[in-house]
């Protein structure tokens, strides 16, 4: 799951992972701006990120109105676009000073192999962060990222009209959730919307359903390199909960057809035709969007279910924590770069442009600012999302993120099988432990 952390923008990232893949890269041709050596541009600082972050790139505006003799470039690029041009940059040498990422495994593959610097508290002010965010950028102790934008936990959102009318609380366990469904589809509505042709929002379930079992350790495991990890019995009791969920009729007949992208998904829930969806924060602004009277008065949202007897904490989430810059180690202009990243990276002005954009941006001591939103509705929102992170002791980078690009396809496609039944909830273990292996001879 990926997301570009602004609301209204989900899948930003995509498969960001593949940003990072094959970091032996040779020459390979050129992709930096004009005149760039290492990174570095003869006067300023060069930048790259994706064009849909335009509170971003007011940071830039700022910075280079501050400073207008050595200006910030920044270059924008589509999505698929920027994965290929930043990785084709790295192997030329010409990436720029102050890159965008997303955390985990792909950020991971470029501090190996030396291309990014480690950010101190001392030059960028880490203590600012949320620290459950700050954790998809820190690798062997050591930070490389500072948040860029705003968080993006996965929430359960509800239509609070369809639940009146099947006489239903929206489920604060796993075992409600199967009440709900049932009756949900006894009523003819579906019980959950999900656009599983995407693949990644089924994946969703198997993080949070992983983590109620198991606990945060066990993935941990897993993205530390453990390829038995995957063989743990909690992912299999994981994978059986998932199947037990589509068995049970939860997400319809129809879900492998439905597609994120094309918004069929969220207009179910919306439209009073299922009564549940599974979705990160940036949902919150596609149906103000698209509904914003349903917005108003019906859409409720809460927590993931908590699981009687499992190991995880109820509190842990999962998600995007949040998309990073991070400073190229061959960069001329570090003294500027890190000037920008502590000075004008969600900075006051920032903080006020993303709560204004219904996003909480990933900073501590939020509490006088989220209570002078004037919108009652936002300011429930944002107090949600901002107490949810803050509460959580455990903040889940997504799978297909938190893993290297050659682990995360064959993840999504195990998934899938495993949601289709297609396979049995211990074939998903042994065929990603299977895969995970491959990758790493």
């Known amino acids: 799951m990926s997301g570009a952390g602004i609301p209204g923008v989900r899948r930003g990232i995509g498969a960001a992972i593949a940003v ?10 050129t992709s930096g701006p004009a005149g760039s050596s290492g990174g570095a541009s003869a006067k300023g600082l060069t930048m790259w990120a994706l064009n849909d972050q335009t509170i971003l790139a007011k940071s830039v505006d700022a910075y280079n109105k501050d400073h207008p003799d050595a200006k910030i470039t920044l270059r924008l690029f589509a999505n698929d676009d920027y994965k290929q041009k930043l990785r084709v940059a790295f192997g030329a040498n010409q990436a720029p000073d102050i890159f965008f990422s997303w955390g985990g495994g792909a950020l991971d593959d470029y501090v190996k192999a030396g291309k990014v610097d480690a950010l101190t508290d001392a030059r960028v002010d880490l203590l600012r962060f949320t620290p459950s965010v700050l954790k998809s950028a820190t690798f062997d ?9 705003g968080l993006a936990p996965v929430v359960l959102y509800y239509n609070k009209k369809v639940f009146r009318s ?4 929206p489920p604060k366990t796993y075992d409600d959730l199967l009440t709900d469904v049932k009756k949900l589809k006894g009523a003819g509505v579906t019980p959950v919307s999900l656009a599983a042709n995407s693949k990644w929002p089924t994946l969703m379930y198997l993080e949070y ?8 350790d066990v993935f941990d495991h897993i993205a530390a390199g453990s390829a038995a990890g995957w063989k743990d019995a909690s992912v299999t009791a994981a994978n059986t909960r998932l199947q037990e969920l589509a068995k049970a009729g939860a997400f319809g007949d129809n879900a492998s057809s439905v597609s994120y992208d094309q918004g069929a998904a969220t207009a179910l829930l919306y439209t009073g035709k299922a009564g549940m969806e599974l979705m990160g924060t940036w949902e919150y602004a596609n149906i103000v969007k698209a509904a914003p009277d349903f917005a108003k008065n019906d859409l409720g949202y809460v927590a993931f279910p908590s699981l009687s007897g499992g190991k995880g904490d109820p509190k842990d989430i999962v998600g995007n924590p949040s998309n990073f810059l991070s400073l190229n180690s061959k960069s001329g202009n570090k003294s500027a770069a890190l000037t920008y990243l502590k000075d004008y990276v969600l900075n006051d002005s920032q903080v006020d442009a993303y709560l204004a954009a219904g996003s909480v941006p990933p900073v501590n001591k939020l509490d006088a600012k989220l209570a002078a939103v004037s919108s009652a509705d936002d300011k429930k929102w944002l107090t949600f999302v901002y107490d949810l992170v803050q509460d959580s002791p455990n903040f889940q980078l997504s799978w297909d993120q938190a893993l290297p690009s050659d682990q995360a396809d064959p993840l999504l496609t195990n998934v899938d099988k495993s949601f289709l039944r297609q396979i049995t909830p211990e074939r998903f273990g042994t065929a990603m432990s299977t895969a995970m292996s491959k990758a790493a001879q």
């Open 20 to 29: 990072a893949a094959a970091m032996s890269l040779a020459a390979c041709g």
């Open 166 to 169: 099947a006489g239903l609380q």
């Open 209 to 216: 359903l992983l983590d109620r079992e198991g606990g945060p």
């Open 141 to 149: 102790g050591q930070t490389y990222g500072v948040p860029a934008n």
